[in-house]
């Protein structure tokens, strides 16, 4: 995909999985994940070249001199290659936009109680808060689960990869 066809499909603020280093499929990743199981060795480098940030996106994609398309996202400095970057699945999109919802419906229950019973202003801001910590409580728990499902999924790939490389040999 270039950079015009992402723009196109995904707006600026599109959650997305990016790999700065390298994809989880790459051997490398294989090797450093299999290395951190077994309880052996990893050289920090390996595992930076290894991580993944669950994100959004925070430029339009754009196209490098030498033609390969990148977009930036929050929390990494610099363009990364469309082909190291995942848009996060629906059903994360889907609890965030449901979490968001949520809170905003917390608020307002909370805006209608006071109307009707005056509090200080200090509840006011330790309610809000109770309701933001819930919300992202939730929301962490459920990227904890969309990130073990990732995983599971990368696992599964390398084992396809081994099973189908051993059948050919």
């Given amino acids: 995909m270039n950079a015009e066809q992402w723009n ?6 599109t959650p ?7 994809r989880p499929e790459d051997p490398l990743a294989v090797a450093v ?15 930076d070249l290894c991580r993944r940030l669950v994100t959004v996106t925070r430029t339009p994609a754009w196209t490098l001199g030498h033609g390969e398309p990148v977009v930036s996202v929050e929390g990494y400095a610099g363009g990364i290659c469309l082909t190291h ?14 979490l968001a919802a949520y809170y905003e ?3 307002d229950a909370w805006q209608a ?18 309701a933001k910590a819930v919300a ?5 728990e459920l990227r904890a689960e969309c990130d ?22």
């Avoid at 196109?8 to 603020?13: E, F, L, S």
């Avoid at 997305?16 to 390298?22: E, L, R």
């Avoid at 994940?33 to 595992?47: A, H, K, L, M, W």
């Avoid at 006071?114 to 006011?124: F, M, S």
């Fill in 8 to 13: 196109k499909r995904y707006p600026v603020g």
């Fill in 16 to 22: 997305v999985i990016a790999y700065p280093g390298v």
């Fill in 33 to 47: 994940r299999q290395r951190q199981e077994s309880g052996g060795y990893v050289d920090p480098g390996s595992v």
């Fill in 85 to 98: 970057i995942d848009v996060a699945d629906d059903r994360l999109a889907q609890d965030h936009k449901r």
């Fill in 105 to 107: 419906a917390l608020l």
């Fill in 113 to 130: 109680y006071q109307e009707q019973q005056p509090v200080g202003p200090d509840l006011e801001h330790v309610l809000a808060d109770a």
């Fill in 136 to 140: 992202d409580k939730e929301q962490r």
């Fill in 148 to 169: 073990d499902l990732v995983c599971t999924v990368v696992r599964l790939t390398a084992e396809n990869a081994r099973l189908r490389a051993a059948l050919a040999a």
